[in-house]
């Protein structure tokens, strides 16, 4: 099946810093990724959908400028969270899609944030 | 807006047969998706519905009514291993139709 990697898997950081998670599709080109944030024991809640090679579209109320989303390729996209806060601290997930018409996401192992 | 329920919580034994409902209010309607996630682990896929009535895979059954804006997660022989979150998703007519909104999760516990 299709596999999506994230790194890092756990990140602590200072407040005021900025941190970058990558997520990668191993072995499928994804045409659209997701990127997902969770707090402990709820639902996956979507920040935004990249697409390769065009701006990301974020949902209403995520920060465009505190969370950067580059899409450059068909096989990675990033997540920069700058100038993080304790408030970010978090669990991050990307999914990937490998075509248009395509209903199943694959999702990475996630990312979990902890800003000191 | 967007709303998604699921029970928060359901118990069973092994062997027993579970049903995890989900009723759903989009803007738009592609298809239902269910996911598992166990702790700390990322969610994985276990079926789409995008046409009313039943899909089976294995153990796991899905059922979608689309007219009723519901659906459920029907899992039998329950596994201690099926201890888990379970989300459903629906893909909504956002972003063309690209988007899963998630449901709240329902966290199942298998007793031995």
């Known amino acids: 099946g299709a596999v999506v990697s994230q790194h890092p898997s756990r990140v602590i950081c200072k407040s005021g810093t900025s941190v970058k998670i990558e997520c990668r599709s191993l072995?499928?080109?994804?045409?659209?990724m997701f990127w997902y944030r969770q707090f402990p024991k709820q639902s996956l809640m979507l920040m935004a959908t990249?697409?390769?090679?065009?701006?990301?579209?974020?949902e209403q109320g995520v920060e465009k400028d505190k969370f950067l989303i580059n899409h450059a390729s068909l096989t990675l996209s990033t997540l920069t969270v700058t100038s993080a806060h304790p408030e970010d601290s978090s669990f991050y997930i990307c999914s990937a899609r490998g075509s248009t018409g395509s209903y199943e996401q694959y999702f990475g192992p996630g990312t979990r944030l902890t800003v000191t | 807006g967007q709303s998604l329920e699921q029970p928060s919580e359901v118990t069973a034994v092994e062997g027993a047969i579970v049903q995890i409902n989900c009723t759903y209010q989009t803007s738009g309607f592609y298809g239902l998706s269910w996911y598992q996630q166990h702790d700390g682990g990322a969610p994985t896929f276990l079926s789409y519905?995008?046409?009313?009535g039943l899909e089976e895979t294995g153990r796991f059954s899905s059922f979608l009514s689309r007219s009723d804006s519901y659906g459920y997660l029907l899992l039998q022989e329950l596994q201690m291993k099926d201890s888990a979150s379970y989300f459903c998703a629906v893909r909504d007519g956002n972003n063309y139709g690209q988007n899963f909104v998630f449901g709240p999760g329902t966290r199942l516990s298998v007793l031995p």
């Open positions: 519905n995008a046409l009313d």
């Open positions: 990249s697409n390769e090679g065009s701006k990301a579209t974020y």
């Open positions: 072995d499928f080109q994804a045409t659209t």
